[in-house]
T-cell receptor, first 114, second 114 residues
């Protein structure tokens, strides 16, 4: 059973701080990793994708991938109240019967306090 | 450009009734996904299509659920008969060329089965 695990939170950080969101996955064949943001009552939207070990930066967001440890994280620098949302980690495997599927974690709820 | 369109946005029905959810993917996208989201189970993939052909329906919970994609611009998810445990938000998403490309989600249909 392929699994993607996230701490459900809520994770509360003060405005301007760094928020660190973590995700682990069970399928060693996983090749593609995604972070989606979902505001309350809205649909998920992609904010970052990462495919290789290391860091990938996009504005205030940095995704980090360590395939050996089966770990992916998202850092949000200079957190703003508008970043308050649930962050979903998604993993795609290219092996097995579920080829092409995205498997989502249950999400971490982030709250940025002014 | 219009995004993924879903209808209805809200559906309230009684146990035993048939429910049909509709989705229009983004024009030109060749992958279409149906997801279900609940607090307990998170976001789960039910089924996905490539070029109108169902590729993986292993997430469909039981025979009461069926999905069709008669053409590139329309898909339905049908539940017959509906049960209270089917209450959830159902999302449709589409992507272009590969399933690892960005998946664009529709606004979702909030289904309540009484």
């Amino acid at each position: 059973q392929k699994e993607v695990e996230q701490n459900s939170g809520p994770l509360s950080v003060p405005e301007g701080a760094i928020a660190s969101l973590n995700c682990t996955y069970s399928d060693r064949g996983s090749q593609s990793f995604f972070w989606y943001r979902q505001y309350s009552g809205k649909s998920p939207e992609l904010i970052m994708s990462i495919y290789s070990n290391g860091d990938k930066e996009d504005g205030r967001f940095t995704a980090q991938l360590n395939k050996a440890s089966q770990y992916v994280s998202l850092l949000i620098r200079d957190s703003q109240p508008s970043d308050s949302a649930t962050y979903l980690c998604a993993v795609k495997s290219v092996y097995g019967g579920s080829q092409g599927n995205l498997i989502f974690g249950k999400g971490t709820k982030l709250s940025v306090k002014p | 450009d219009a995004g993924v369109i879903q209808s209805p946005r809200h559906e309230v029905t009684e146990m035993g009734q048939e429910v049909t959810l509709r989705c229009k993917p983004i024009s030109g996208h060749d992958y279409l996904f149906w997801y279900r989201q609940t607090m307990m189970r998170g976001l789960e993939l039910l089924i996905y299509f490539n070029n109108n052909v169902p590729i993986d329906d292993s997430g469909m919970p039981e025979d009461r659920f069926s999905a069709k994609m008669p053409n590139a611009s329309f898909s339905t998810l049908k539940i017959q008969p509906s049960e209270p445990r089917d209450s959830a938000v159902y999302f449709c998403a589409s992507s272009f060329r590969t399933s690892s490309n960005t998946q664009y989600f529709g606004p979702g249909t909030r289904l309540t089965v009484l």
